[in-house]
């Protein structure tokens, strides 16, 4: 079965940090451009950063030098590392490929299989 399926969310105080997982089944994650999304409550679905199969990485203003997107091949698993987190990062984080190998980071519409979800929240 081919699916995306992310863990890792929970609670965390302003200033901490966590660590978001992607794991992929079905398929090789390597091939595919891979990005992190998230989507607060009222707000639309925003792009976070993305990671092709070259390792060329990207991130939103909102989160560089915060956030660091990375891949572990042989976990077939792409890893969002948040850092200095603040309540505004509170949301569900979704990962998704868009399934055209070797395909560059594109607009959020060009993703077309997604993760279920999960929910962080900065809090104190």
């Known amino acids: 079965q081919v699916q995306l399926v992310e863990s890792g969310g929970g609670l965390v105080q302003p200033g901490g940090s966590l660590r978001l997982s992607c794991t992929a089944s079905?398929?090789?994650?390597?091939?595919?451009?891979t990005g992190w999304f998230r989507q607060a409550p009222g707000e639309e679905r925003e792009g976070v950063s993305c990671?092709?199969?070259?390792?060329?990485?990207n991130y939103a203003d909102s989160v560089k030098d915060r956030f660091t997107i990375s891949r572990d091949n042989l976990k077939n698993t792409v890893y969002l590392q948040m850092n200095s987190l603040k309540p505004e990062d509170t949301a569900v984080y979704y990962c998704?490929?868009?399934?055209?190998?070797?395909?560059?980071?594109?607009?959020?519409?060009?993703?077309?299989?997604w993760g279920q979800g999960t929910q962080v929240t900065v809090s104190s």
């Open positions: 998704a490929i868009i399934m055209s190998p070797h395909a560059k980071c594109g607009r959020r519409d060009l993703f077309n299989l």
């Open positions: 079905g398929f090789t994650l390597d091939y595919y451009a």
């Open positions: 990671i092709d199969s070259s390792a060329s990485a």
